[in-house]
């Protein structure tokens, strides 16, 4: 894929593709932790009392807002190197406004640690995100559970595989599979909204530090599993070159950021029976009266 100019940005009549490239390739990652994030916050809180609930959903929605649209397309998707992002690129960038010594040589030891960090996320957040998604099967049908693992390594083995043809056709093919998962997203939690309109109280800060004020110990623990939300992130601007800030900007404010708040903030209340599964099993009933196995993977309505 040709590299954007990211002084004046693509041309209007490439950006909404580029964009749907960018959701195939930077937001994979990201658009599928409300999986297994919601999962670990609500098990490192201990509870699914309405007050740890909405204080766990206010930390991560919160986290989302600040982390990822603040810093990340704020703030950094503006720092390019030459048209060029990722730690290495940023490294460059501060070299030259030292003047060398031991300044220089800080910067240098940040950027190693900064790509092992990198290089160790790469790793691990594939793993995580591709159960959790496979997941889904066994509580849509748990007769499936055997296959999950296996699943699971095939998805892994063959994305790797695909990783040689290049970003821009990796974004061709899984753009409009990632669109449809955002908008299914969007649509489950806005559905569960419209049933619950009283989670919305869930977006307020207040719910956040309240939840950090009573219990610090828990909050400070539950924080390490909040930081599952914006795994992928850092995708944002390692792939700054090959897609461009207006095209990554839009997909998220446009799309990603509304939907990956929408599951996370449309919380009905959780019983210990639904914990294990917080995304799949509390997405909206079928207009039927009983959940619908394929999308809605919950339990049975009373």
Known sequence: MDKPDSATGSSRAVVAPLALG????????IGTSPLYALRSILSEAGSTARVDVYGVTSLAVW??????????????LSA???????????????????SGGRLAGAVVVTAMVGAALFLGDSIL?????????????????????????PLALLILVGVFVLQQVGSGKIGVAYGPVMLVWFLVLG???????????????????????????????????????????V????????????????????????LVSRASCSPTSA????????????????????????????????????
Do not use: K
């Not at 960018?22 to 990652?29: I, R």
């Open 187 to 229: 649509v489950g939690g806005a559905a569960s909204v419209v049933q619950e309109p009283g989670v919305l109280e869930a977006l307020s800060p207040t719910w956040a530090v309240r939840f950090l004020v009573d219990d610090p110990l828990t909050g400070f623990l539950t924080l390490g599993a909040v930081v599952l939300v």
């Open 125 to 149: 957040t594939p793993a995580i995100s591709v159960l959790a998604a496979s997941e889904g099967l066994e509580v849509a049908a748990p007769s499936f559970a055997h296959v999950v693992l």
């Open 80 to 98: 390019d190197n030459d048209g060029e992002g990722g730690i290495l690129a940023l490294a460059s960038l501060l070299r030259r406004g030292t």
């Open 63 to 76: 986290a989302l807002v600040v982390i990822v649209g603040t810093l990340h397309v704020g703030v950094l």
């Open 267 to 302: 919380r009905r209340p959780l019983s210990p029976a639904t914990r294990p599964r917080p995304a799949t099993r509390s997405m909206p009933w079928c207009p039927r009266g009983r959940p619908c196995r394929s999308w809605c993977w919950g339990p049975a309505p009373p």
């Open 231 to 254: 795994t992928g992130a850092e995708a944002l601007y390692t792939d700054l070159g090959h897609f461009g800030r207006r095209p990554i900007a839009l997909a998220w404010w446009a």
């Open 22 to 29: 960018a959701l195939g390739v930077v937001f994979g990652d």
